[in-house]
């Protein structure tokens, strides 16, 4: 069973300027969480994809978007970079259970510079 | 709305002695909880997670946390530390409140393991 995976691992982008992040969710799981940390901080939900459509949303402004493709792998854009977007940005995926138990296995996460 | 406060920030205790990090929670909803680890440059694991079955959870590599409603607690103990318990603890809540399943983090807190 192949776990959650992110890509680039790193990433180095200047202000004003657009991301790209990339997830493959664990085999068999139909949902996808994306998360901020900051550094020294809790993660922070940005939002969630179910079967292919937003299924909520943090506190987030609109220029972070995402997507999520029929594999149910996943997308988070980020238009228009500000240095306080410079952050870890991790991945969950699960596969909900009709309660609030189903856990979320994350990846390792793509660590955004902002200069 | 979910929050979660972790009432330390650093915990400090020598090896083989035993672990104590605290957490409160505030849920409007029947809540689900988690302990989640993350070692240096690494992602999250799941240590544990309760969801109404047993109010003492058993999780992995020794850890355990028990949900008392009374106190809104639920601290994460092990009886004797080891080295490589040493990472970033965070204490996690969700509900159902507004049909997501989002997490909810608390700041961290931080385990140095003295040898």
């Known amino acids: 069973e192949t776990g959650v995976t992110q890509s680039p691992t790193h990433l180095i982008k200047t202000r004003g300027q657009q991301v790209t992040l990339r997830c493959s969710s664990q085999s068999g799981h139909n949902t996808v969480s994306w998360y901020q940390q900051a550094l020294g901080q809790g993660p922070q939900f940005i939002f969630q994809?179910?079967?292919?459509?937003?299924?909520g949303r943090g506190n987030f402004p609109p220029r972070f978007s995402g997507l999520q493709f029929p594999n149910y792998s996943s997308e988070l854009n980020v238009n228009a970079l500000e240095l306080d977007d410079s952050a870890l940005y991790l991945c969950?995926?699960?596969?909900?259970?009709?309660?609030?138990?189903?856990?979320?296995?994350f990846g390792p996460g793509t660590r955004l510079t902002v200069l | 709305a979910q929050s979660v406060t972790q009432l330390d920030s650093h915990v400090s205790v020598s090896e083989g002695t035993p672990v104590l990090l605290r957490c409160n929670y505030s849920?409007?909803?029947?809540?689900?909880l988690f302990w989640y680890v993350q070692h240096p440059n690494k992602g999250l694991q799941l240590l544990l997670k309760?969801?109404?079955?047993?109010?003492l959870v058993k999780g992995i590599n020794g850890f355990e946390a028990e949900f008392k409603k009374s106190e809104t607690s639920f601290h994460l103990t092990k009886p004797s530390a080891h080295m490589s318990d040493a990472a970033e603890y965070f204490c996690?809540?969700?509900?159902?409140?507004?049909?997501?399943?989002?997490?909810?983090f608390g700041s961290g807190t931080r385990l140095q393991v003295q040898p």
């Open positions: 994809y179910y079967r292919e459509e937003e299924n």
């Open positions: 996690v809540v969700s509900d159902l409140y507004t049909g997501r399943r989002a997490l909810t």
């Open positions: 309760y969801t109404s079955a047993a109010t």
């Open positions: 969950a995926s699960s596969f909900p259970q009709g309660a609030s138990t189903d856990t979320q296995y």
């Open positions: 849920s409007s909803y029947s809540p689900s």
